[in-house]
Each structure stands twice: as C-alpha cells, then as structure tokens.
C-alpha cells in the first residue's frame, strides 16, 4: 500500500506537470501533442515498474496494425487509458464526451483529436461517432474503442454495447480485438496497485466484411476468451492478486 500510495502522489504530480508544462503543444501541430502524450504514457510505465514493479508485457505483435484499423479492447482498469496509447503509431481513442470539457486534460483530448461520444442524445451520437471515426480512419489513424464503454472487473459478466457494430459495420477495415488483464495489477476503484506483468494481447484480425451478428459474436468470444486466459495466468504466477475485487473494499476510485 506504500508503494501504491507513493505511486500515485508520483503518476498525478507527473500527469499534472505534462499537462501544464506541455500546454504550448496545444498551438503547435497535432502531432507534436500526440508525441507528448506518448511520452506521458512512457513515463507513467517507467514509474510504476521502478515504484510499484508493475511490468508490461505484448502478446500477439505480429496481429499489431499497420494501417488504418479497428482496434476492440478490453477495458479493466484506468491503466488502459494510457498504456494502450504506446502500441500505436496514431491511435483516436473512443471517449465519453463530458471528459472533454476537464481543462487542460480535455483540451488536449480534442488536440488529439479523439472521439468524442454523447450518449445522451440516442441516434445522433451514434451518427456522430460514426462520421468522426470515418474521418479519422481517412486520415490513415487507428480508431481504438472499448466495446463495453467502461472498466469492468476482470470476473465481470461481458456487456458490449452496440456503438463498436455500429463502427465496423460503417468502417468495413479489419477489426483487431485486444485483450488484457490490467484490471489485476491496476483494479478499478481502489487505490492499491500489484506488482508483477501486465499482459495485453493482440488476438487475430477480424475480416471487415462479417454480418453485424457475426461480428458481434466473433468479437465477444475471442476478446472474452483470451481475456479469461491471461486473467487465469496471471493469478496461476501471482498468489497475492485479489480473487476477486467484490472482497476488497474500495480505497478511491483511480
């Protein structure tokens, strides 16, 4: 729990630094502000391996993108946030549209020019999203999106919502699912971080031509599946991981 605590008063005193020292970028060329963002997530992985000893670990690279895709990820923890960005040449990530409006942090989310959802306004977010995420995939990005729209304990029952069908089906590029188990090392909730590999897999690509049930399908069990397999492996290597995050109380929600 030291650990964790000196951790966090670190990644939030550095988060707050990038952001303020690199708020020139917002003027700059939008590629200078995605270079800065990469280097947060850099130096969020460097200070939780040497604090806490959290590693990070790729699986699946020779599945790793190219061109302009569909990147499906599971969604755990807030590690995911930042981490994923570092496995990407140009990645517009899928986000809640209130997130926007934080200063600095929201600024720089439309520098990057990611993707911005209103669920609250039914079908013309949907139309919405689906234009962004054209224009961004035009562009030669990769549009990376958590199917479920929000961390789910690593045991939790999959709930995937209709937005990530509705964008392949409009896209017709190859979607690549991606599994992890951050939610581990990094549970929702609680302040408290663990020691050991974080595991993100790339899983093999799915042809952008399937039937919206088909994909669907396809998606969920393979994100789901692997998913369940690191999940498992990981507690197999690490007896002191929690069993289950409905045994711990919450400690802030990070």
Not at 21 to 31: A, D, M, N, T
Not at 36 to 57: C, D, M, N, P, Q
Not at 150 to 167: E, F, L, N, S
Request: charged content about 25%.
């Amino acid at each position: 729990m030291l650990r964790s605590i000196l951790f966090a008063i670190v990644f939030y005193v550095n988060t707050a630094l990038f952001l303020i020292i690199g708020s020139p970028l917002l003027f700059g060329p939008r590629r200078w502000a995605m270079a800065g963002l990469k280097a947060h997530a850099y130096a969020s992985l460097f200070w939780l391996r040497l604090i806490v000893g959290t590693k990070f670990e790729v699986r699946g690279r020779e599945h790793k993108p190219e061109g302009p895709v569909l990147i499906a990820s599971k969604h755990q923890s807030a590690w995911d946030t930042f981490a994923l960005i570092t496995l990407f040449r140009d990645p517009a990530m899928v986000m809640k549209a209130e997130l926007g409006w934080i200063p600095f942090y929201g600024w720089f989310s439309h520098k990057f020019q990611h993707i911005f959802v209103q669920r609250e306004r039914g079908p013309s977010a949907l139309k919405r999203l689906i234009a962004d995420a054209k224009d961004r995939v035009g562009a030669g990005r990769e549009v990376v999106i958590f199917p479920e729209g929000t961390r789910r304990a690593p045991d939790a029952a999959p709930d995937y919502k209709p937005g990530v069908v509705a964008i392949y089906e409009a896209l017709k590029v190859p979607c690549i699912p991606l599994a992890l188990n951050s939610g581990l090392f990094w549970p929702r909730r609680r302040l408290i971080r663990y020691p050991g590999t974080i595991i993100v897999e790339f899983l093999e690509p799915i042809p952008g031509d399937l039937p919206r049930a088909a994909f669907r399908h396809v998606l969920q069990d393979r994100i789901e599946t692997a998913t369940a397999r690191l999940v498992a492996e990981a507690r197999a290597k690490n007896a002191d991981l929690p069993d289950s995050e409905d045994q711990h109380s919450s400690a802030g929600d990070t």
